[in-house]
């Protein structure tokens, strides 16, 4: 039997990241048998339900405390430890040491005392239109790293940066390269003839990946976020980003990739990179068109590098039974690339970012039949840290879809760099061998990464084919070896 202890701390805020360290610290608390200290947001709410706690109302400016405990005598010793976490993050954001100037207090001035620069944006989407045109009016590209941004002010901004000559990166622009520095979440790669205009965080990095092990070096990525090739937008900073990188001499060739951009859209920004002096290849991802990898393969052949074999970790994955592939992803365009790849052999794929509205999943993320979840889709974010950060949801879906008998492979994905997760594996390792144990369904991972990267690709691919993984750097490859298991997929 266990103790269970749910407090509200009215007003009390500290961010997702933050908050994350902390339960991880008071879990390992002697006598602490579960700990979730979160923001009172929604989701959170469903978590912590989910959870089995029971929970007294709340609202989002509300921290809440949620301890189970092996007995009564642990519960002091837990919020003590609640405490110590909280003021060591509050210490840590608070930083040390003492100036004689006094900090800027707007993004606007921060820029102009440093004498410009790019800005990063990373707050609320509900705050960032103010920040962005900060930047913009003091003459500053920006990077705008938060996500539930409405898509009307992303177009305002971008219309203003645009007539200025400056540009956009975003909203929900989590990759870029700039510089020669890692923006976000991004992979660590050598410099080189190469340049990336990237609507997709997680595309982008698949392309990182896959050049940097075939050898080839990157010079720029520029992230443009998600939406920016949707009508809504209009292409805007893909077009301004092409012209960026059409300038740098070191660039020999492009590449854009995105997530399925709109069709008038993509032949706009084709025509108009005709007019470049630099060639430039397009990744789009959509119905009957190549997938990243292939992409990337006739990128290496118009620069004259042979196509590496992509490498894979573990013994082949064989099937046990179960009708029905589960894909369980934090990169969204990883996600539609896998559905698109699967729907040509399986037929409709139930998701949370449907290829179609009519195969949209319910806010309980289940369904029967083939489905594919997003974890880093901005509905699932909301008041929570980003999946390559907080693996919670994702684990939580793995235990539930290796013990349903109708499932026959999982789908997974594990993007690396600076960024994500220390150490991804450590978390997801044991959930895999858990699965395996359960009912020894196969689970095929894609781990999106390079060997500099903090974490280690090496280490990282090994540690998930030691649990039981067929590990593949490919996305699509991982994919098709999934749908191998699948009856009626293919290869």
Known sequence: MTVEHVEIRAGAYADSVALLQVSRDVAATPGVV???????????????????????????????????????????????????ALAAARKGAAGGGGTTLAAPRTTGSALRRAGGG????????????????DAIDAGSDVMVFSDNVPVEQELAMKRIARDRGLLVMGPDCGTAVVGG??????????????????????????????????????SAALGVGGRDLSSAIGGIS???????????????QVIVVSKPPAAEVAAAVEEYAAGLGTPVRFALLGAGQPDITTQVERLLADLGVAVPEWPTWGSPATSVGGSALRGLFVGGTLCDEAMLIAAESLGGIRSNIPLSPELALGSDLTAPGHLMI????????????????????????????????????VLLDVVLGHGAQDDPAADLAPAIAAARAARDVPVVVACVGTSADPQGLQRQAQ????????????????????LALVPGGSL
């Not at 092996?70 to 519960?75: F, I």
């Not at 190469?194 to 050049?211: E, K």
């Open 34 to 84: 579960a700990a979730q200290v979160a923001m009172a947001t929604e989701l959170n709410l469903e978590v912590l339900a989910g959870m089995g706690f029971t929970l007294p109302p709340a609202s989002p400016n509300d921290m809440v405390v949620a301890l189970r405990v092996d007995d009564e005598g642990v519960v002091p010793a837990a919020l003590a430890a609640v405490d110590a």
């Open 118 to 133: 790019l800005a990063l944006v990373s707050v609320p989407g509900a705050s960032a239109l103010v920040e962005a045109m």
């Open 181 to 218: 520095v890692g923006l976000g979440f991004a992979n660590t790669t050598e410099p080189g003839r190469v340049g990336i205009v990237a609507a997709s965080g997680t595309g982008c990095q698949q392309v990182l990946a896959l050049l940097d092990h075939a050898g080839v070096g990157v």
């Open 238 to 252: 893909t077009m301004t980003a092409l012209d960026r990188l059409d300038a740098d001499p070191t660039i020999e």
């Open 374 to 409: 997003d974890f880093g889709d901005d509905g699932l974010t909301r008041g929570r840290a980003h999946p390559m950060i907080d693996p919670t949801l994702r684990l939580d879906q793995l235990t539930k879809v290796a013990q349903d008998p109708e499932t026959a492979v």
């Open 463 to 482: 540690a998930l084919a030691d649990a039981g993984a067929e590990v593949h750097l490919s996305n699509a490859a991982a994919t098709r070896r999934a």
